[in-house]
């Protein structure tokens, strides 16, 4: 893991989430469920289709792409030099454009492809600043707290990243091994069919990449594979998470009194477990944290 790793992550959760402290779970979202409507998807304007003297307009592609379609139903598997077309994302090129199956035995459309191989894939977001910024972070971002605390009625958990629970390196079921950080860029990313071999590579370039607009967020995540395999009570997605992994738990201003005292209760059992409630400071846009326990 990158020395650059904060010390802690912080999960914000709604008000409904008050049962985290019944038994702590964090879920691996299906990409599908996710807020941004981009998630997973190459830019549209122009495909690396460099085989054939490339880029191309979405328009060229088009052309070039029926002709590939016509020769794949001449020459189905091995008659097709197809190693360096463009394939397709949701939303991104025509959806026939192909590609070999992983097997090699068979040829697929790039779009059918990688829905196929986002459906099995699980997102856990978090939230973090720079190194040495953590507190900071957690008082001047009052927008994340407005939007994923329920407008301050949930809480957020600091979360150490070392713990591990986050290390996967060695589990061929994680697409990234560990947790990595979400760039933010201004246009989304032109795919390369080039890339497409090294599957990691490939597939972490569209899931740790968002628009700038989501920079606020300052976004970490550990992605997997085969989600499905992940159930807590049939919940698909969940794991249980270590209560060691914990480190501090953060109430929101608008939290009701029953649920700071649940907070407060569950935390009591493990001293290594500091709270604190979110109060506004008296003459700044941001927060000043009250320490509880």
């Not at 049962?19 to 122009?46: C, V, Y």
């Not at 829905?115 to 977001?125: A, D, Q, T, W």
């Not at 994680?174 to 979400?182: E, L, Q, Y």
Request: glycine share 6%.
């Amino acid at each position: 893991m990158s020395d650059l790793m904060p010390t802690v992550l912080y999960k914000f959760f709604p008000e409904a989430r008050y049962d985290f402290f019944d038994n702590p779970k964090l879920r691996f979202s299906p990409l599908k469920t996710l807020n941004d409507p981009f998630e997973g998807q190459n830019s549209l304007d122009a495909y690396d289709t460099s085989y054939f003297g490339g880029p191309y307009t979405a328009e060229e592609a088009e052309i070039i792409n029926e002709s590939i379609r016509e020769k794949a139903k001449e020459f189905p598997i091995d008659g097709l030099d197809i190693d360096r077309i463009a394939i397709a994302v949701p939303g991104g090129l025509p959806p026939n454009t192909y590609i070999r199956s992983e097997d090699g035995k068979r040829l697929q459309s790039g779009s059918t492809y990688v829905e196929e191989y986002y459906e099995n894939i699980g997102v856990l977001s978090l939230s973090g600043p720079e190194k040495d910024k953590e507190e900071e972070f957690l008082k001047k971002n009052i927008l994340i707290w407005s939007h994923y605390a329920e407008s301050h009625k949930g809480f957020a958990v600091g979360i150490n990243p070392k713990h591990q629970f986050f290390d996967r390196s060695t589990q061929n079921k994680w697409v990234v091994g560990n947790i990595a950080k979400v760039s933010y860029v201004e246009k989304r990313p032109l795919i390369r069919f080039e890339d497409m071999p090294k599957k990691e590579e490939f597939f972490t370039k569209l899931l740790l990449t968002k628009g700038n607009l989501w920079e606020y967020e300052s976004e970490y995540r550990l992605i997997i594979d085969c989600v499905k395999a992940f159930n807590v009570n049939n919940c698909i997605g969940l794991q249980e998470l270590p209560v060691e992994a914990i480190t501090s738990v953060y109430i929101g201003m608008n939290a009701t009194k029953e649920n700071e005292e649940k907070v407060k209760t569950f935390c009591k059992q493990y001293p290594f477990i500091t709270v604190y409630k979110m109060h506004p400071h008296r003459t700044e846009y941001e927060w000043e944290m009250c320490k509880l326990s």
